[in-house]
């Protein structure tokens, strides 16, 4: 069955970039996915990559996503204070929008160290 | 209300009894989830909706059953609350079909059972 894993801790210094990594084992994923969450609230989409694509830049994130090893990272440029959070990596597959078509990963805690 | 509540907050709940998490969401979306959260092992899909009056079984389904009454709500009932089921609980909601699938949380349900 499907598979998303993530490494659960990362930790990096105000400025520095964070690099932030996931493996999947189902390569019929459509689209792939970075959800933030923030402490005591809920999960909330920060960007998305289509499996076609190897790279979305936007702002300060940069997601990676390299289909022939099934690795996708998510890179946070001038890592601030309230970057600090968990990051999910997550896929889904067709049809869309359909529950049992997502699947999330562990997540990562990322923490920023001042 | 604007996008997705729950309800309660949290719950300390003796071990045996019944209890029924709300989740309300108030953007039409067909599709809702009830996930629960625990440490090292992100979020597994309980049940799922995918439109009202139909309901799916998720990775973890047992001991939970849920209602899809209309497209609002989807309670999430505990017939009989053990200790294993102590979690923080987040329901979601998305559109079906379409391009990407943005998943909506509401802040979420800490629940302990003693």
């Known amino acids: 069955g499907e598979d998303v894993e993530q490494s659960l801790f990362l930790s990096v210094r105000e400025g520095d970039s964070s690099v932030i990594n996931c493996t999947y084992t189902?390569?019929?994923?459509?689209?792939l996915y970075w959800y933030k969450q923030e402490p005591g609230a809920g999960l909330q989409l920060l960007t998305y990559i289509f499996s076609n694509m190897d790279m979305k830049q936007d702002q300060r994130l940069t997601v990676l996503l390299n289909k022939k090893d099934k690795h996708l990272s998510l890179r946070i440029a001038d890592t601030q204070t309230g970057d600090s959070a968990i990051y999910f990596c997550a896929e889904s597959f067709p049809p869309e929008g359909y529950g049992q078509n997502f699947v999330f990963g562990p997540g990562t805690r990322l923490s920023v160290l001042p | 209300i604007a996008g997705i509540t729950q309800a309660p907050t949290s719950q300390i709940l003796a071990a045996g009894r019944r209890m029924t998490l709300r989740c309300t969401q108030d953007?039409?979306?067909?599709?809702m989830y009830w996930y629960r959260q625990d440490l090292g092992l992100g979020l597994r899909l309980i049940h799922y909706?995918?439109?009202?009056?139909?309901?799916g079984k998720g990775e973890v389904p047992d001991g939970y059953s849920v209602s899809r009454a209309n497209t609002d709500d989807f309670p999430l009932t505990l017939a009989s609350a053990v200790p294993s089921q102590t979690s923080v609980y987040f329901c979601?909601?998305?559109?079906?079909?379409?391009?990407?699938?943005?998943?909506?949380f509401g802040p979420g349900t800490r629940l302990t059972v003693l």
């Open positions: 953007m039409r979306h067909n599709a």
């Open positions: 979601a909601s998305s559109e079906l079909g379409g391009d990407y699938n943005e998943q909506f």
């Open positions: 909706s995918n439109t009202a009056g139909t309901t």
């Open positions: 189902d390569s019929s994923s459509t689209y």
